[in-house]
């Protein structure tokens, strides 16, 4: 009978319209404010807005609500840019002005901080709120994004929605563009759903990777070395039919993509032969070096923020020329090659061989030297048990994936590199990681934004340590 009596109460509570004062955001970006003594998380409302809203799911701890209007309006609101937000997955700040994303984000890495040393027992040696900030990197908040994955789906009668994820689903929003994406990446959505309604083998797609780069050698002989090219990854879930290849051939020529298709196995290109070449692909660094990459390989997204960040990178870490330094996480040579133009030596490391090897003839290829590369599991004692205990490393960058660099940094510790420097794309790992180095007796020297996501949650961070 309880059971009974508690879906009843929960039943009527769901549907219950009342008005909120909105205190904070939470880590998501998520508007926070009280009803019935605990916290009601309001997607789209802001700090200090009063608003209306309806109870959407009722639990013992919490409860969320959507926005119905607002009372009262916060300053820092500004309208969205961009048609689908609110329902597309992919942005979750658009209605917060940049300056107050900025604080956000910095508020949200402090906060990370001050929580996880205070649990590790060093909230003496350093709090969040105290943290070392330096001005943030920041680039245009609009049009930066070279690379993203448009979803495919189809109904019953193969017609095709193409677009992102909605919020806390799996059903895709139909886009019809994007301001956060690069041009011409923005604005092709409507090709390629009439290009796809077109298809004579439906249902055969599982999405389009959509990447813009330099091109060194296109399909297009009349295209070779253009900049800012498009190129199409095609996850074909079925095979092409000379019909449908052709098709694509069409729209590839008339607007200059380069497409390649994904079976699942392999990618290779729409077309290849002996007079049409495949694409090799590139983007240029600063510097002008240039970075040779496959349409499946990870780059930095934004590319204005990437070479701001190897910039900071250089002058926080101050290299000498008889300065040896470790780049764990190394990839392409993102950091690699930009490091190795101003030290004695740079040894490179990635868990995939395959990286490895595309690092090496990146440095290759831009005439450097005094660069090294190896393979090794970074989440094992490797270096503590191989010959890299036996080198001197003055100077050590590391750039790990979201899960951190845990094991790596216990070692760094232990090897007693002076300069360590870390950029963070989770900043939960990094407060993990960095409370690792401080109580090894690490001092937290310089700590810095990279707005990399403008318009979303996702915070990227740089932090400067010495010994």
Partial sequence: MANFFKAKIKEKTCNQRLTVSVEKLDINGVGVGRW??????????????????????????????????????????????CQHFGVCGGCDLQMLVIDEQLIFKQNKVSDLFSRFFSTQGIAKKIEGKDLP???????????????????????KKSHATIGFRQKATNQLAAIKSCPVLVEPLNVIFPLLKKLLAQLTVQSAIGHIEVIQADIVETIFAEQRQKDDHVVLVIRQLKPMNKTDIELWQSYARKYRWQVIIDDGNKQLPLVSTKDENSAVLSYSLADKSKIYFASSDFIQINHQINNAMIDQALAWLNLSPSDNVLDLFCGLGNFSLALAKHAKLVVGVEGVQVMVEKASHNARVNELDNCQFYQADLNSNWLLDSWAKAQVFDKVLLDPARAGAEQAVSQIAKLHIPSVLYVSCDPATLARDSAILIAQGYKLEKISLMDMFAQTKHVETMVLFTL
């Fill in 36 to 81: 019935q003594n605990k916290p009601v998380f309001i997607a789209g409302a802001l700090p200090h807005e009063v608003v209306e809203v309806k109870i959407i799911e009722q639990k013992s701890k919490y409860a969320r609500a959507k926005l119905i209007s607002i009372t009262k309006q916060s300053d820092n609101r500004v309208e969205p840019l």
């Fill in 133 to 155: 900030w330096q001005a943030p990197i920041k680039s245009s908040p609009w049009h930066y994004r070279r690379k993203a994955r448009i979803g495919v789906q189809f109904d």
